[in-house]
């Protein structure tokens, strides 16, 4: 009898997992394009917040939702299709990457050295760049 109540625990808390891992898998990507900016800035201010004090800077903008403006300063696609915005941060050692979001559909991927952009996208931190991911173009 006890075997028998352990099994039944154990089998409904792997029932439970799965159905929370199943949910959570196939939850909807926020639409950026639609999204409320929570916060506006510079790319160049932004690299330079988060290279004097990345702590401050991760707790303004990690994981909000971001609209950064900026000279490209190099484009590229990858063979998977994904496309990919770097931005001048005044810096020769970094730059404010974006990541454009596969999930949403983009005016344009082509962009031109120097063209000023704006971006909105998600903040996932300093890694040598600042980087965003799920990014859109932006009206301006």
């Known amino acids: 009898m006890k075997r028998r109540t352990i099994l039944y625990v154990l089998l409904a808390a792997v029932l439970i997992g799965a159905v929370?891992?199943?949910?959570l898998w196939n939850k909807p990507h926020q639409d950026l394009a639609a999204a409320k900016t929570d916060v506006a800035?510079?790319?160049?201010?932004l690299y330079?917040?988060?290279?004097?004090?990345?702590?401050?800077?991760?707790?303004?903008?990690l994981?909000?939702?971001?609209?950064?403006?900026?000279?490209v300063k190099e484009a590229s696609k990858d063979p998977d299709g994904s496309v990919k915005v770097s931005l001048d941060?005044?810096?020769?050692?970094?730059?404010?990457?974006?990541?454009?979001?596969?999930?949403?559909k983009h005016t344009r991927t082509d962009f031109?050295?120097?063209?000023?952009?704006?971006?909105k996208g998600k903040c996932t931190g300093l890694n040598l760049d600042v980087v965003f991911v799920e990014c859109v173009e932006a009206k301006q």
């Open 20 to 23: 929370v891992g199943y949910q």
């Open 41 to 45: 800035v510079d790319a160049t201010a």
């Open 48 to 61: 330079n917040e988060y290279n004097t004090d990345e702590n401050a800077a991760n707790a303004k903008y």
């Open 63 to 71: 994981d909000k939702v971001v609209a950064i403006t900026g000279k």
């Open 89 to 104: 941060a005044g810096s020769e050692m970094g730059v404010v990457a974006c990541e454009l979001s596969p999930f949403a």
């Open 112 to 119: 031109q050295s120097g063209e000023q952009v704006t971006f």
